[in-house]
C-alpha cells in the first residue's frame, strides 16, 4: 500500500522557508525624500537664472566686472551663515546693496537646504534605495537650474529694467510651496533614537523600510550606534552617555584629535566636496552665456537657446544617474564621470583658445568642438560627480558626528563654489578663457586621482557599517576594548599597590 505523501510540489513548498513579504513602502520614503529635496530647487533656480539675468541686471544697474563676479559667487558664501523673502528682495531691488541683501537672505535659505537634506534622506532612506532618494538633491538643483534657463529665455524679450527682476522673483514660488510640504514630514529616524524616543524611531522606520525584519534590524543598529544596549526597550529611553556623546567629543572627535580612521573619512568627504566644485561645473553653469559668446555665438536669443539645451541635457543625464547609483556603485561612477570631465575640459579650452587666437574668423569646428564639449562636460558631471557627491558623503560618517561632518563637507564645497565663481572672470582675462578650463582640466586629473586612491565603495551598506570600509570598529567593539583597557588599568593599579 502507497504511503500517503505530498506531491512534490507541495512538500517543496512545504519544506522551503517562507520568506517575508516584501512591503511598498518605498513610496513613503519616496515623498519624504522629494519634500525634503524640493528645498534645493531654490539653489538651483538660482544659479541658473543668474547665468542669463547678470547679463541685464550688469547693463541695468551698471555694475564692473568685479562687481558681477562677487554677485555670481556670494550665494555661496552667505549659504554658509530664508529663500522666499530672499527672492522677493531681489526681485524688488533699486540698487546694488539692496540686490546683494536679497542675496544673503537667499544663502540663508539655501544654506540650511543643502546641508539638512541629504542628511535627512540618508537617515530615512533604506539602503536599497538610499542612493537613489539622496541623489534626489542634486536631481532638484538640476531642475532648478533648467528653470533658471528656462526663465531667462522666456522674460529675455522684457524692457531690460524689468526682466531681469522677473527671473529673480519667481524663485519664491518653490519655497512657498516647500512650506506647505514640509509639514507632513516625519523626524528621522536615527535623530529621535538619539533622543531616546524608541517608538516614533520605530514608526517611522516601519514606514520606509522594506520588510518588518528589515525596520527590526534597522531599529537594532542604529541604537547601537547611539549606545543603547540591545535589551534595553521600551517607547521613551534614557540615552546612556558615552564617549563622543556631547558637542564638544564631537568636535574634538572629528577635528581636534580624530583617530587614523576619522581622518580618512573626513578627508574623502571633504575631498569629494572640493573636487566637485574645483573642476570649474559653476563656471560652466554660471557663464554659459558669456561662455558660448566667446566660442562664436551671438545674439542673446542664441545664447540664451544653447544654454537651454545644456540644461535639458545636464536634466536628463542626472535623471539618468539616480537610477544607476544603486546598480552600478558610487565608485565607478565616480571615476568615470571625472575621467568624462577631463577629456571634456581638454576639448572645451581647445576649442576656446582656437576662437580666440582668431577673433576675425568664424571657426566652425571650433564653435562645434566649444558646444560639444560643453554639452558632454555637464552630462558626465550629472551622471556621476554632481549627484554622487551629497550621496557620498551623507553615508560615511558615524551617527554621532554626521551632522557636523556633513555641515563640514558643505562648508567646503560653498567656499570652493564661491573662489571659483568669484574668480572666472578675473583668471579669464589673466590666463585667457582657454585657459581656465586647461587649469580646470587639471584639477581634474589630481580630482580622479584622489577618487581612485581615498574614495571606497559604499553601495548597499547599511549607515551603520560603512566606517568599517575605513577600518573602524563598531560602536560594541569600542565598548569592549574601552572595558577591557579600564579592567587593566584596574588590575595594573592593584599589583603596584600590593
Known amino acids: 500500500m502507497a504511503s500517503a505523501a505530498l506531491p512534490v510540489p507541495e512538500a517543496a513548498a512545504a519544506a522551503a522557508p517562507v520568506q517575508p513579504k516584501k512591503k511598498s513602502n518605498f513610496k513613503y520614503a519616496c515623498t519624504c525624500a522629494l519634500s525634503a529635496s524640493m528645498a534645493t530647487i531654490v539653489l538651483g533656480y538660482d544659479v541658473g537664472v543668474m547665468s542669463g539675468a547678470s547679463l541685464y541686471i550688469k547693463e541695468d544697474l551698471r555694475l564692473t566686472d568685479v562687481q558681477v563676479e562677487i554677485m555670481m559667487g556670494i550665494l555661496s558664501v552667505y549659504a554658509l551663515l530664508g529663500s522666499f523673502a530672499g527672492s522677493l528682495l531681489m526681485g524688488f531691488a533699486v540698487n546694488y546693496v539692496m540686490f546683494m541683501f536679497g542675496r544673503f537672505v537667499c544663502g540663508m535659505g539655501v544654506g540650511f537646504a543643502i546641508m539638512v537634506a541629504p542628511v535627512y534622506t540618508a537617515e530615512v532612506a533604506p539602503a536599497s534605495t538610499r542612493g ?24 529675455a524679450r522684457l524692457p531690460h529694467h524689468i526682466n531681469w527682476r522677473i527671473m529673480l522673483g519667481v524663485g519664491a514660488v518653490p519655497s512657498a510651496l516647500l512650506a506647505l510640504m514640509v509639514l507632513g514630514m516625519p523626524e528621522s529616524p536615527r535623530w529621535l533614537v538619539m533622543k531616546g524616543r524608541l517608538a516614533d524611531a520605530r514608526v517611522v522606520l516601519e514606514k520606509t523600510s522594506d520588510t518588518p525584519e528589515e525596520a527590526v534590524e534597522r531599529l537594532d543598529q542604529i541604537k547601537a550606534a547611539a549606545g543603547i544596549p540591545h535589551d534595553l526597550d521600551g517607547d521613551v529611553v534614557a540615552v546612556p552617555k558615552r564617549k563622543g556623546g556631547n558637542e564638544k567629543q564631537v568636535w574634538k572627535e572629528l577635528i581636534f584629535s580624530p583617530t587614523p580612521v576619522m581622518r580618512r573619512i573626513l578627508l574623502a568627504a571633504l575631498g569629494v566636496h572640493f573636487f566637485q566644485q574645483a573642476t570649474g561645473s559653476d563656471s560652466v553653469v554660471l557663464y554659459s552665456p558669456r561662455v558660448f559668446k566667446s566660442a562664436g555665438i551671438t545674439g542673446d536669443n542664441h545664447l540664451l537657446g544653447v544654454t537651454c539645451a545644456m540644461g535639458v541635457t545636464k536634466t ?38 582656437v576662437v580666440g587666437q582668431h577673433p576675425d574668423e568664424k571657426i566652425t569646428w571650433a564653435i562645434g568642438l566649444c558646444i560639444a564639449s560643453t554639452l558632454a562636460y555637464v552630462s558626465f558631471f550629472s551622471m556621476g560627480l554632481g549627484p554622487i557627491t551629497s550621496v557620498y558623503v551623507s553615508e560615511v560618517f558615524p551617527l554621532r558626528v554626521r551632522a557636523l561632518g556633513f555641515a563640514l563637507g558643505v562648508a567646503c564645497n560653498r567656499v570652493t563654489s564661491a573662489a571659483i565663481s568669484m574668480t572666472f572672470l578675473s583668471l579669464s582675462k589673466a590666463i585667457t578663457i582657454g585657459g581656465s578650463f586647461f587649469l580646470y582640466a587639471g584639477l581634474a586629473a589630481l580630482g580622479w586621482l584622489f577618487f581612485y586612491a581615498f574614495v571606497p565603495e559604499t553601495r548597499g551598506q547599511p549607515l551603520e557599517d560603512i566606517g568599517k570600509l575605513f577600518g573602524m570598529k563598531d560602536a560594541a567593539v569600542e565598548d569592549d576594548d574601552d572595558t577591557a583597557t579600564k579592567d587593566k588599568q584596574v588590575k595594573a593599579a592593584a599589583v603596584e599597590m600590593n
Open 132 to 155: 537613489l532618494l539622496t541623489s534626489f538633491t542634486e536631481v532638484f538643483i538640476n531642475v532648478g537650474i533648467l528653470l533658471g534657463y528656462v526663465s531667462n529665455f522666456a522674460f
Open 316 to 353: 536628463l543625464f542626472i535623471l539618468l544617474a539616480t537610477f544607476q547609483i544603486d546598480r552600478v556603485g558610487r565608485r565607478p561612477l565616480l571615476l568615470t564621470s571625472t575621467a568624462g570631465m577631463l577629456v571634456c575640459l581638454i576639448g572645451l579650452g581647445t576649442g576656446l583658445t
